[in-house]
Protein backbone atom coordinates (compact mmCIF):
# COMPACT_ATOMS: atom_id res chain seq x y z
CA UNK A 1 0.00 0.00 0.00
CA UNK A 2 1.49 3.05 -0.78
CA UNK A 3 0.15 7.04 -1.73
CA UNK A 4 0.73 6.97 -5.53
CA UNK A 5 0.68 10.87 -5.40
CA UNK A 6 3.07 11.78 -2.52
CA UNK A 7 5.47 8.27 -2.78
CA UNK A 8 8.40 8.06 -4.99
CA UNK A 9 6.97 4.48 -5.99
CA UNK A 10 4.17 6.07 -7.32
CA UNK A 11 5.97 6.86 -10.52
CA UNK A 12 6.82 3.28 -11.53
CA UNK A 13 3.63 1.63 -13.23
CA UNK A 14 4.84 -1.53 -11.61
CA UNK A 15 4.69 -0.21 -8.06
CA UNK A 16 1.66 1.69 -8.10
CA UNK A 17 -1.18 1.23 -6.09
CA UNK A 18 -3.42 -1.88 -7.63
CA UNK A 19 -0.09 -3.42 -9.58
CA UNK A 20 1.17 -7.35 -8.38
CA UNK A 21 3.97 -5.10 -6.82
CA UNK A 22 7.33 -4.92 -9.14
CA UNK A 23 5.99 -8.22 -11.61
CA UNK A 24 2.35 -6.45 -13.49
CA UNK A 25 1.19 -2.73 -13.15
CA UNK A 26 -2.73 -2.23 -12.63
CA UNK A 27 -4.71 -1.75 -16.18
CA UNK A 28 -6.70 1.15 -14.66
CA UNK A 29 -5.87 3.70 -11.89
CA UNK A 30 -9.23 3.21 -10.01
CA UNK A 31 -7.02 3.71 -6.22
CA UNK A 32 -8.85 6.79 -4.09
CA UNK A 33 -6.82 9.28 -2.79
CA UNK A 34 -4.82 9.12 0.41
CA UNK A 35 -6.98 9.19 3.68
CA UNK A 36 -9.75 7.38 2.08
CA UNK A 37 -10.32 4.20 2.12
CA UNK A 38 -9.72 1.61 -0.66
CA UNK A 39 -10.96 -2.00 -1.39
CA UNK A 40 -9.19 -4.66 -2.66
CA UNK A 41 -9.64 -8.56 -3.26
CA UNK A 42 -7.15 -10.60 -4.14
CA UNK A 43 -8.52 -14.01 -5.86
CA UNK A 44 -6.07 -17.20 -6.35
CA UNK A 45 -8.06 -20.41 -8.17
CA UNK A 46 -5.07 -22.92 -9.33
CA UNK A 47 -2.67 -20.76 -10.40
CA UNK A 48 -5.14 -17.91 -11.84
CA UNK A 49 -4.21 -15.04 -10.17
CA UNK A 50 -6.54 -11.77 -9.58
CA UNK A 51 -6.64 -8.58 -8.02
CA UNK A 52 -9.16 -6.29 -8.19
CA UNK A 53 -9.29 -2.23 -6.52
CA UNK A 54 -12.78 -0.23 -5.33
CA UNK A 55 -14.65 -3.03 -7.64
CA UNK A 56 -12.47 -3.13 -10.67
CA UNK A 57 -10.28 -6.16 -12.36
CA UNK A 58 -7.10 -4.35 -12.43
CA UNK A 59 -4.58 -6.96 -12.67
CA UNK A 60 -4.66 -11.18 -13.86
CA UNK A 61 -1.91 -13.66 -14.37
CA UNK A 62 -1.28 -17.02 -14.64
CA UNK A 63 1.31 -17.87 -12.02
CA UNK A 64 3.78 -20.49 -13.86
CA UNK A 65 3.22 -18.98 -17.58
CA UNK A 66 5.69 -17.93 -19.70
CA UNK A 67 4.24 -14.16 -19.44
CA UNK A 68 4.57 -14.88 -15.58
CA UNK A 69 7.86 -15.92 -15.22
CA UNK A 70 9.50 -13.33 -18.02
CA UNK A 71 7.65 -10.48 -15.54
CA UNK A 72 8.82 -11.93 -12.75
CA UNK A 73 12.70 -12.58 -14.10
CA UNK A 74 12.62 -8.74 -14.42
CA UNK A 75 12.02 -8.02 -11.29
CA UNK A 76 13.17 -7.49 -7.93
CA UNK A 77 11.93 -11.06 -7.20
CA UNK A 78 14.21 -12.55 -9.87
CA UNK A 79 16.09 -13.99 -7.10
CA UNK A 80 14.07 -15.08 -4.14
CA UNK A 81 13.93 -18.85 -4.57
CA UNK A 82 10.63 -19.97 -3.76
CA UNK A 83 8.25 -16.82 -5.20
CA UNK A 84 5.05 -17.60 -5.47
CA UNK A 85 6.00 -21.19 -5.64
CA UNK A 86 4.19 -22.13 -2.33
CA UNK A 87 0.54 -23.53 -2.65
CA UNK A 88 0.27 -22.32 0.80
CA UNK A 89 1.81 -19.99 2.97
CA UNK A 90 1.63 -16.18 5.11
CA UNK A 91 0.01 -12.72 4.12
CA UNK A 92 2.40 -9.94 4.71
CA UNK A 93 0.60 -6.69 5.10
CA UNK A 94 3.36 -4.31 3.96
CA UNK A 95 3.79 -0.62 3.89
CA UNK A 96 6.33 1.84 2.94
CA UNK A 97 7.23 3.84 6.21
CA UNK A 98 4.17 5.80 6.24
CA UNK A 99 1.37 5.26 8.71
CA UNK A 100 -0.87 2.88 6.88
CA UNK A 101 -4.57 1.25 8.35
CA UNK A 102 -6.32 -1.94 7.52
CA UNK A 103 -9.81 -3.22 8.18
CA UNK A 104 -11.81 -5.89 7.65
CA UNK A 105 -9.46 -8.70 6.67
CA UNK A 106 -10.90 -11.90 5.45
CA UNK A 107 -9.39 -14.66 4.39
CA UNK A 108 -11.22 -17.43 2.61
CA UNK A 109 -10.85 -20.60 0.87
CA UNK A 110 -12.34 -20.98 -2.18
CA UNK A 111 -13.53 -24.38 -3.12
Not at 62 to 88: L, M, Q, T
Request: aromatic share 6%; hydrophobic share 35%.
Amino acid sequence: MLDDEKHGHGNNPLTLAGSMYAVSAPSKKVVKPANEWNHTKIVLKGNHLEHWLNGEKVCEAEIGSEDWNARVGKSKWAKVAGYAKEPKGKIDLQDHGNKVEFKNIKILILK
